[in-house]
């Protein structure tokens, strides 16, 4: 099930999505609840998911509460995971990828690279989920029909393996911080480009990890800001803090108002760290076409802002 809305001790998100929120902490390790969304091997991180109550005696699912063991699964592209690891698109039959209905007629195609997890809606319609969770990286086709304007909301979700502090054992450290990043290029039947990633999205952040010190952390309206917050990683981070904010429920619908989230933050291939990744590389001409670059975005924390939500409107 989804995050909570909180009454009481919160401001509520509203179904316009303007009033403002506080963040609500919680702090240590969360409670294994599921040791893993799939298994892929020993090359891969474990997709676990726990369950950590805030101060407020809130229950929060971390990283996410996903839709993963009952959404259909996007198609791959490339996936170590026991999928298709294609060395092209031109390698990729569109006639058989599924055709899914978000509405109307016209006719799209999203080719999609997450870090690490995305669930895709188009027009509120949840069209399909990464079918990898954590690692290794993977990448993925989605076709569909819709009528325009598109609203076009993702929900990404940095995965983790301490459970409730956004960290994992990585570059020496069994407390350090990992990164996420977004990128898509949705065409038309004709393959012309209809909308890529870029700064004109908006990305809202609802899980910020781990926190050594939780004055850093600027919550100012919509803004939510751990720009000033310690990315270092360390041996033992299980006392750190975590922010959490209740997800609206209509978040994804054309009629939810986000024009207060802030812009999403454009990072680049070098930053996001995709050039030895061959789930990207195979498919630079989608993603770095000429005339049609997508960008890799987020909020304006890569690093610590954990599950972050993606909008943008296709006229």
């Not at 680049?268 to 590389?281: E, I, L, W, Y």
């Amino acid at each position: 099930m989804m995050q909570p809305i909180l009454l009481g001790a919160l401001l509520f998100a509203s179904a316009s999505g303007l009033l403002a929120q506080e963040a609500v902490f919680t702090t240590g390790l969360a409670t294994t609840t599921n040791t893993g969304m799939i298994d892929c091997g020993g090359r891969a991180r474990v997709s676990a998911v726990g369950e950590i109550t805030s101060e407020n005696d809130t229950v929060w699912t971390v990283p996410a509460a996903t839709h993963f063991d009952s959404a259909r699964k996007a198609t791959d592209l490339f996936n170590e995971c026991g999928g298709d690891e294609l060395s092209s698109v031109s390698q990729l039959n569109l006639a058989k990828v599924p055709l899914l209905d978000a509405g109307g007629s016209e006719e799209f195609v999203a080719y999609i690279f997450a870090d690490n997890y995305f669930e895709l809606y188009v027009n509120g319609v949840l069209l399909a989920v990464d079918p990898v969770p954590f690692t290794p990286f993977n990448s993925n086709a989605v076709r569909f029909t819709a009528e325009r304007p598109l609203t076009i909301a993702v929900m990404m979700v940095d995965w983790e393996e301490n459970l409730g502090l956004g960290s994992e054992n990585n570059r020496g450290t069994a407390f350090h911080p990992g990164d996420g990043g977004f990128v898509a290029h949705v065409q038309d039947a004709n393959a012309n480009t209809v909308a890529i990633t870029d700064g004109n999205w908006r990305a809202q952040t609802f899980y910020t990890a781990p926190l050594k010190d939780r004055g850093c952390l600027v919550v100012d309206g919509q803004l939510r800001n751990s720009s000033a917050c310690d990315e270092a990683g360390v041996d033992d981070g299980s006392g750190f803090s975590a922010a959490h904010w209740a997800i609206p429920e209509n978040w994804m619908a054309p009629e939810f108002n986000d024009s207060l989230w802030p812009a999403a933050i454009v990072y680049s291939n070098d930053t996001v760290g995709v050039d030895n990744k061959t789930a990207f590389t195979n498919f630079a001409d989608i993603f770095d076409a000429a005339g049609a670059d997508a960008e890799f975005i987020w909020s304006s924390n890569l690093v610590l802002d954990n599950l972050v939500l993606l909008r943008t409107t296709v006229e």
